[in-house]
């Protein structure tokens, strides 16, 4: 951990000096260091010679665009070592799922509260400064008994997420009963399309199939998704 890491740096990236004044207030009252870029060119610049701890990122952006600058950044940190927070007013399921397809830890939809804000940051650099071992989510109720292998009827069902559902900027809803990380968790939910079935949902995110029943099964309870069968038709 650099000697920074004592004092967690903070880059915000925001075109709106409204929007970058209250979410440095809010960072430095909880503790930060912050630095603040106004568009895209000098933000992807102070990135790179700064070595933030966490970034918050706005989506549209003067120059480029955030969704350039998380690419950009990835390409250079393929082991995801700077947690990107992606914010923006743009809320729909697709935004949220391609933000997160660029690179991004965090989706925060417009507005948030500080307090939102605050908990996001200590969550990725919580993430960040673990070791790998230790990066996956403790099981808080006792294990289930041994399940039998998921059935081929479940396999082919197709997730749909349900209206106005949305995980992407919360923390894991989850982390109390499945040993998944946060990160796979949100990237399953971001690769239901409609389309892909269980199986090739698992396929696509390197997710054990003997894990879909319990992760779908608490989707289901929490209304984040809907299964459907061959021809369309809604399941229990």
């Known amino acids: 951990m650099r000697a920074s890491a004592l004092v967690p740096k903070v880059l915000v990236i925001d075109d709106s000096a409204t929007v970058c004044l209250f979410m440095a207030s809010a960072l430095e009252?909880?503790?930060?260091?912050?630095?603040?870029?106004?568009?895209?060119?000098?933000?992807l610049m102070k990135a790179l010679q700064e070595r933030p701890d966490c970034l918050v990122l706005d989506v549209v952006l003067p120059g480029v665009s955030g969704f350039d600058v998380c690419r950009q950044l990835r390409a250079r940190d393929p082991l995801r070592r700077l947690p990107i927070i992606m914010v923006s007013v743009k809320n729909t399921p697709l935004d949220q799922s391609w933000g997160l397809g660029q690179g991004a830890d965090r989706y925060l939809p417009k507005p948030f509260s500080e307090e939102t804000l605050v908990q996001l940051v200590k969550e990725v650099l919580f993430e960040r400064f673990q070791p790998p071992w230790t990066q996956?989510?403790?099981?808080?109720?006792?294990?289930?008994?041994?399940r039998e292998e998921p059935s081929l009827t479940l396999n082919k069902l197709i997730p749909h997420r349900s209206e106005d559902a949305n995980l992407m900027s919360s923390?894991?809803?989850?982390?109390?009963?499945?040993?998944i990380s946060d990160k796979?968790?949100?990237?399953?939910?971001a690769a239901i399309d409609g389309q892909k079935?269980?199986?090739?949902?698992?396929?696509?995110?390197?997710?054990?199939?003997?894990?879909?029943p319990?992760?779908?099964?608490?989707?289901?309870d929490q209304q984040l998704i809907h299964l459907y069968g061959p021809g369309r038709r809604l399941t229990e």
Not at 198 to 211: A, F, N, S, T, W
Not at 214 to 220: A, D, F, I, R
């Open 214 to 220: 319990k992760v779908l099964q608490l989707l289901l």
């Open 136 to 146: 996956r989510i403790a099981v808080v109720n006792p294990p289930d008994p041994p």
């Open 197 to 212: 079935n269980v199986e090739e949902l698992c396929m696509v995110i390197h997710l054990d199939v003997k894990q879909a």
């Open 171 to 179: 923390s894991n809803p989850l982390s109390r009963s499945v040993v």
């Open 184 to 189: 796979q968790a949100r990237r399953l939910y």
């Open 29 to 43: 009252k909880a503790g930060y260091q912050v630095i603040i870029a106004t568009d895209g060119r000098d933000g």
